[in-house]
Nanobody, 121 residues
Framework: QVQLVESGGGLAQPGGSLRLSCAAS????????MGWFRQAPGKQRELVAT???????NTADSVQGRFTISRDNAKNTVYLQMNSLKPEDTAVYFC???????????????WGQGTQVTVSS
């Protein structure tokens, strides 16, 4: 129905930068909120940032001032620019989209498969 494909993860040094992308495709009528979550080994999944269709954002305190979320509505794509990376940012990053499918009025949440981000010297 809806597929989310993430890209851009990898290895970065402390203080470095990475940019994640997540493209949604399928039977999409509209996407309300898109977001990024992360899960480190042995920890629960946590919110990183979200963005609405009219570009209102919400960013976790732990990444405020370092990470920036943005989206391209025409491409159904959300981005996460990560600067000043720290070792504690190491995690699998998942994108998420609250989507209304074609021919329906129901909002459903879809998840990507995750992309590994490792911050290490």
């Amino acid at each position: 129905q809806v597929q989310l494909v993430e890209s851009g993860g990898g290895l970065a040094q402390p203080g470095g930068s990475l940019r994640l992308s997540c493209a949604a495709s399928g039977s999409i009528y509209s996407i309300n909120v898109m977001g990024w979550f992360r899960q480190a080994p042995g920890k629960q999944r946590e919110l990183v940032a979200t963005i609405t269709s009219d570009a209102r954002t919400n960013t976790a305190d732990s990444v405020q001032g370092r990470f920036t979320i943005s989206r391209d509505n025409a491409k159904n794509t959300v981005y996460l620019q990560m600067n000043s990376l720290k070792p504690e940012d190491t995690a699998v990053y998942f994108c998420n989209a609250e989507t209304v499918l074609l021919g329906t009025t129901t909002t459903r949440r879809y998840w990507g498969q995750g992309t590994q981000v490792t911050v290490s010297s």
